[in-house]
C-alpha cells in the first residue's frame, strides 16, 4: 500500500545513462563543488558524452535543434525568460548581459563604415523575451490540451485542474511566482539538486548513498540494503571541541566508510588514482605522492567517535574526507613552489588547525575514476521537506530521494524497470519511503508536466498521474510539442539572430 506524506580523459565505456542539463560534462564540477579557481588549467580535461539521444543530443540544441546557429541567441532568450518568471532551472548560467546606456554620445570621430545597430541591447532583450513567451504559450497550450483528455482516465476534477493550472500559468508574464506554490516547490528541488552537485536526471540517494543515473535494480537494491545496515548518525555540526595539535608529526586522516567492503576497496581505488592515473598531469601525481609519502596515513571509520568529532569540527557533510594536521611547514607539499600551489588551490583551512581536501576535489576525483558507490552524504535530513510527497512510511529508516524530468528518457527507463520494484520490495514493505522531487532539465517540454502531476497531487492523484506522464513521454516531449513550434517562429528567430550578431559585432553583447 502506497501512503502520501512526506572529473581527465574520456570516462569508462559503461558510464551510465544519465539526461544532463549539460550532456558533455565540462572540467568543473557542479554548483557547490566547484574546483577551487586555477586548478584546472593543471588537469588534463576532457569532454565526456553521457547520455546520447538524437531528440536530446545536448541540452540547449534539444530546444532548438532546428536552427544549430541560432542556439547562442536563444540560451539567451531562455535565460531572460528563466529568470524573469521563475529564476529557477538555469542557475549557474546567469550569463544575460547587463543593461546598456543608450544615452551615451556617438564617438564623433567613429568610422563612417561601421554599421550601427539597429536596436539596442534593451530592445533585444524585449524582443527576445516577446518571442520566447510566444513558444512557451504555444507549447504550454498544446500540452495543456492534451492533458485535458486524460482528466477521466485519471478521475481528476476538470475545474480543480483548470485553476491550479492557471494559478501556475509560467507563461504568464503578470504570474505572481511568489504566490505560486507548486512553482516555488520545483524551484527549492531544483536548487537543492543543483547545491547538492547532481548534475543530470535520474539523480538518486539512497539516505547519503548517491546513485548517479538510471542503474538496474539490483545495484539500487544493494545500496538500500547498505543503508538499513548503516547505524544512523545524529549529527552535531555545533560540536567545535576537536583541535588539532600543531606540533605534532604530520597526519593525514582518511575518514571513510569500512562497514562494506565496497566502499572499502573504493577508497583504496581513488588513492590509487590519484596517486598514479594518466589521467592526471605528472604534477597532480607528484603532489598526491608526496602528500601520502610524507605523512602518517590513517584510516578512520566514520562512525568512530574520534572521527565524529572531527567530522562535525570541521564540518564534513561528505566521506571520503582527507584531514591534514600536525606539524606540516617541512614538507615538500609545503616548501617546493610547485607542490605548495596544488596544495594552496586543494585544500582548504579549517578552524581546527588542520586542513580538508575540499569535497569538491574528492568528488572531481571520484567523478573522473568512475567509482559509483563512493561519495556519501552524512547530513542527508537536508533533503526532507514538509512539502514532499512521500510514498511509504514517513519514519522508515531509508529515504530514497528520486530527482527527475519528465522528458528524460534515462528517467522514464529507471522509473519504469527499477522505481516499481524499489516501491514492490521495499516502499510497501515499510522498510523505505520515497520522494520523488522535481529537477527540471528540459524547461521547455518537462515543466508542465511537472506542474500537472502536482495539481493532480492536490487532488490525490499524484502517483498514478506521474506513471502516466512517463508513459506518455514521447507525445508530451521535445519532438512532438516544442519542434513543431520552434520551425513556426523560424523567420523571427532568424531575424533576432541578425540583431545579436550585430549587437555581438558592437561589444554591446557578449
Aim: glycine share 4%.
Amino acid at each position: 500500500m502506497v501512503k502520501k506524506k512526506k572529473i581527465i580523459k574520456k570516462k569508462k565505456e559503461n558510464l551510465k545513462e544519465t539526461s544532463s542539463k549539460k550532456d558533455n560534462l565540462e572540467n568543473k564540477p557542479s554548483s557547490d563543488q566547484k574546483l577551487e579557481k586555477g586548478k584546472e588549467k593543471d588537469i588534463k580535461v576532457t569532454h565526456t558524452k553521457v547520455a546520447e539521444n538524437k531528440s536530446c543530443k545536448d541540452k540547449k540544441s534539444c530546444v532548438f535543434s532546428k536552427k544549430k546557429d541560432l542556439i547562442t541567441i536563444l540560451i539567451l532568450v531562455i535565460l531572460i525568460i528563466v529568470i524573469v518568471l521563475i529564476s529557477v532551472f538555469t542557475p549557474a548560467n546567469n550569463d544575460t548581459n547587463p543593461p546598456v546606456d543608450t544615452n551615451v554620445p556617438v564617438d564623433a570621430n567613429l568610422d563612417t563604415n561601421t554599421t550601427i545597430p539597429t536596436i539596442t541591447q534593451e530592445e533585444f532583450q524585449v524582443k527576445s523575451l516577446e518571442l520566447q513567451l510566444k513558444i512557451l504559450r504555444e507549447v504550454k497550450e498544446k500540452q495543456t490540451a492534451f492533458l485535458e483528455t486524460k482528466y477521466t482516465e485519471l478521475d481528476l476534477d476538470a475545474e480543480q485542474m483548470d485553476q491550479c493550472l492557471l494559478e501556475n500559468d509560467y507563461a504568464d508574464p503578470d504570474m505572481n511566482v511568489l504566490a505560486s506554490d507548486i512553482i516555488m516547490k520545483i524551484q527549492t528541488d531544483s536548487f537543492l539538486a543543483t547545491n547538492l552537485g547532481v548534475s543530470g536526471t535520474p539523480g538518486i540517494y539512497v539516505n547519503g548513498y548517491f546513485i548517479n543515473g538510471a542503474q538496474d535494480y539490483n545495484f539500487v537494491s544493494e545500496k538500500i540494503e547498505f543503508a538499513l545496515a548503516d547505524p544512523v548518525i545524529d549529527w552535531n555540526y555545533e560540536n567545535k571541541s576537536y583541535k588539532s595539535d600543531i606540533d605534532s608529526e604530520p597526519t593525514l586522516t582518511i575518514l571513510y566508510n569500512d562497514r562494506h567492503q565496497i566502499t572499502k576497496d573504493n577508497t583504496t581505488e581513488l588513492i590509487e588514482f590519484m596517486k598514479s592515473s594518466e589521467q592526471l598531469t605528472p604534477e597532480i601525481k607528484e603532489f598526491f605522492n608526496k602528500l601520502f609519502s610524507e605523512t602518517e596515513v590513517v584510516y578512520l571509520s566514520y562512525e568512530d567517535p574520534f572521527a565524529r568529532d572531527l567530522i562535525e569540527a570541521v564540518g564534513l557533510t561528505v566521506i571520503p574526507g582527507f584531514y591534514l594536521d600536525g606539524n606540516i611547514e617541512g614538507l615538500d607539499i609545503m616548501t617546493d613552489e610547485n607542490l605548495s600551489y596544488f596544495f594552496t588551490n586543494l585544500f582548504v583551512e579549517t578552524s581546527t588547525n588542520g586542513y580538508v581536501l575540499s569535497p569538491s576535489v574528492v568528488s572531481d576525483l571520484i567523478s573522473a575514476a568512475n567509482i559509483t558507490t563512493l561519495n556519501q552524504l552524512l547530513n542527508y535530513d537536508i533533503m526532507v521537506d514538509e512539502l514532499d510527497y512521500v510514498m511509504g512510511d514517513p519514519e522508515a529508516k531509508v529515504n530514497i530521494y528520486v530527482f527527475t524530468d519528465y522528458d528524460c528518457p534515462y528517467c522514464t527507463k529507471f522509473e519504469q524497470e527499477t522505481q516499481s520494484l524499489v516501491i514492490e520490495n521495499y516502499v510497501d514493505a515499510n522498510k523505505a519511503n520515497l520522494v520523488i522531487k522535481d529537477f527540471v532539465v528540459h524547461e521547455m517540454s518537462a515543466l508542465f508536466p511537472a506542474i500537472f502531476s502536482r495539481c493532480a497531487e492536490k487532488q490525490g492523484k499524484y502517483l498514478e498521474t506521474h506513471e502516466l506522464l512517463f508513459s506518455l513521454r514521447e507525445q508530451l516531449g521535445q519532438k512532438a510539442m516544442v519542434d513543431p513550434v520552434m520551425e513556426k517562429y523560424n523567420d523571427e528567430i532568424e531575424e533576432l539572430n541578425k540583431l545579436y550578431q550585430q549587437l555581438l559585432g558592437q561589444g554591446q553583447a557578449q
